[in-house]
């Protein structure tokens, strides 16, 4: 037998699926830049909308328009930033050690010291 062939009776190399694969770097740019201009458009109409119509609506109103054009770039920026995040974790950030009979001496004591105290 060659041994560019595979054996059956040995494990296939990981297959991955399409649907896992990350997506692509150019697309989800123009993704999060196309948010960021939306979002900036509502901020302009917001901030045009307030000054228009100054003195014509109750004042709660415009001053909701002008907080909304002051609050808008911070949240576009945030969300225009969070983006490609690795999803590929478990959400933990340490990793489980395990411990059994015989992991070593107990915690504090150095390897020349016993128990007791002794070294």
């Given at each position: 037998?060659?041994?560019s062939?595979?054996r ?6 990981e297959?991955?699926?399409i ?8 697309d ?13 458009g509502?901020?302009?109409l917001?901030f045009?909308g307030?000054v ?7 004042m709660?109103?415009s001053?909701l328009?002008?907080?909304?054009a002051v ?6 920026v945030?969300?225009a930033?969070?983006g490609r995040e690795?999803r ?10 395990e ?13 020349s010291?016993d128990p007791d105290g002794?070294?």
């Amino acid at each position: 037998m060659s041994s560019s062939r595979r054996r059956p009776d040995l494990p296939s190399e990981e297959v991955h699926s399409i649907t896992t694969a990350p997506e692509p770097l150019t697309d989800d740019l123009a993704r999060r830049q196309k948010r960021y201009l939306l979002q900036m458009g509502v901020r302009i109409l917001c901030f045009a909308g307030a000054v228009l119509t100054w003195g014509r609506i109750p004042m709660w109103a415009s001053l909701l328009l002008i907080i909304a054009a002051v609050v808008l770039p911070y949240s576009a920026v945030l969300f225009a930033n969070a983006g490609r995040e690795r999803r590929d974790s478990d959400g933990s950030f340490m990793a489980a050690r395990e411990i059994g009979p015989g992991s070593g001496a107990p915690r504090g004591l150095g390897p020349s010291q016993d128990p007791d105290g002794r070294a």
